[in-house]
């Protein structure tokens, strides 16, 4: 058996069936770019945002009329529809406007949607959170870099520099139980150890995890200031720490339904988490009326791959086929050569497209993590086997 081209025929089948997928509509609308606050290692420090305006009527017009127009004539059976920024709450008039239009064409044509929206909170009052969820917005993510202190000069607040936090938390603890929250805790090197100061705060307002609605994950954040930034394994160490903190504090404090850790396993195939040149009906759609395939690219005019303009042409058909990816994608990078593609495959494709250059492409993590994972976990169950949901192997 010629193994690596069993695994090559196996991406190029799976990708053709993933680019050919079309029976979904996947949308991240952001009505501005602008920011309430002023975080340091934010894209948006490096782009200029003098005389920015929001998302004109010319602009909403189009999306909705790209969204009927995908949804009767591709036959679309589920639409995804996030609001992004910026801070999009700071344009909540004009989300609730297109939210009110697009669940209309949806109710009429049976269509399936979900609707999220990624804020940093601090506009997030509990009139706004019914309003949103009167709007069908059952999904929102909240980022928080730590403890009090240090959250308030990470994520700096020049209105009110000292309290952001406790506004953040306080609209949380009183926001609508029907929206699940995702609070995503932002860590590098300067602020990882104050992680659990953060966790422990949140269990003393009684937010977590007495709040079934709301669920805690940590995320690395890449800043330009690469000596703070935590390397795969560091990273990979501390999140491990917290996944079992998380565990045992939930277990401690519930005493009723016990949580589980999961066994992390590399998988055939790699996970994709991304939508640029893998899914075909995927459009990031800038203020502006500019189109784009990734959440971070937003705003740079080097990086926008059409208009509006040409999605209502022939729904971005054109602009998909210039840029998906194929197996000839994956051989001009390398992949085919490199031992861990069966359990890569993609990874994050824009970092490919714009590092591959200077060989700081974010490949697979089981490149650099393979034997601490398992191994960890391995040792992990045999100090406490009752912690996992389930057992993939016998201990003798």
């Not at 081209?5 to 609308?29: G, M």
């Not at 100061?197 to 994950?217: G, H, M």
Request: proline share 3%.
């Amino acid at each position: 058996m010629d193994e690596k081209q069993k695994v090559i025929d196996f991406n190029k089948k799976r990708l053709e069936k993933l680019n050919k997928k079309n029976d979904s509509l996947s949308l991240v609308i952001t009505p501005t770019l602008r920011c309430n606050f002023k975080c340091s290692y934010c894209f948006e420090n490096a782009t200029k945002r003098k005389g920015e305006e929001e998302l004109s009527i010319s602009v909403q017009n189009d999306i909705i009329h790209f969204i009927s127009k995908t949804i009767t004539q591709n036959h679309i059976k589920e639409i995804y529809i996030s609001w992004y920024g910026g801070e999009p709450l700071m344009q909540q008039q004009i989300i609730f406007s297109m939210q009110e239009k697009i669940n209309t064409i949806c109710k009429i044509n049976e269509i399936k949607i979900h609707s999220e929206i990624i804020t940093n909170g601090l506009l997030l009052t509990p009139e706004i959170s019914e309003l949103l969820y009167e709007h069908g917005i059952t999904k929102a993510q909240i980022t928080i870099d730590g403890p009090e202190t240090i959250h308030n000069k990470r994520r700096f607040y020049p209105s009110d520099p000292t309290n952001n936090y406790n506004i953040i938390l306080d609209n949380l603890l009183k926001a609508n139980e029907n929206i699940r929250f995702n609070l995503r805790i932002n860590v590098d090197k300067t602020n990882k150890d104050l992680i659990f100061s953060l966790i422990e705060d949140l269990i003393k307002r009684k937010i977590w995890p007495y709040k079934k609605n709301v669920s805690i994950y940590v995320a690395k954040v890449f800043s330009n200031n690469k000596n703070i930034n935590l390397s795969e394994k560091e990273y990979a160490i501390f999140e491990d720490q917290v996944r079992y903190y998380l565990t045992t504090n939930y277990n401690e404090i519930t005493q009723t339904n016990d949580a589980k850790l999961r066994f992390h396993y590399p998988t055939p195939g790699g996970d994709i988490g991304c939508g640029y040149g893998v899914f075909r009906n995927v459009w990031v759609i800038s203020y502006t009326g500019d189109v784009f395939r990734c959440w971070e690219s937003i705003g740079q005019k080097e990086h926008k791959v059409g208009t509006m303009k040409d999605l209502l042409e022939d729904f971005g058909q054109s602009i998909f086929e210039n840029i998906k990816l194929d197996n000839q994608t994956f051989e001009r990078w390398g992949c085919f050569e490199c031992k861990y593609f069966p359990i890569c495959m993609s990874c994050c494709p824009w970092d490919n497209l714009i590092n591959s250059s200077n060989n700081e492409r974010r490949c697979t993590k089981w490149k650099s993590l393979l034997e601490y994972r398992l191994m960890s976990q391995y040792k992990l169950y045999l100090k406490d086997p009752e912690i996992f949901e389930k057992t993939p192997f016998n201990v003798e």
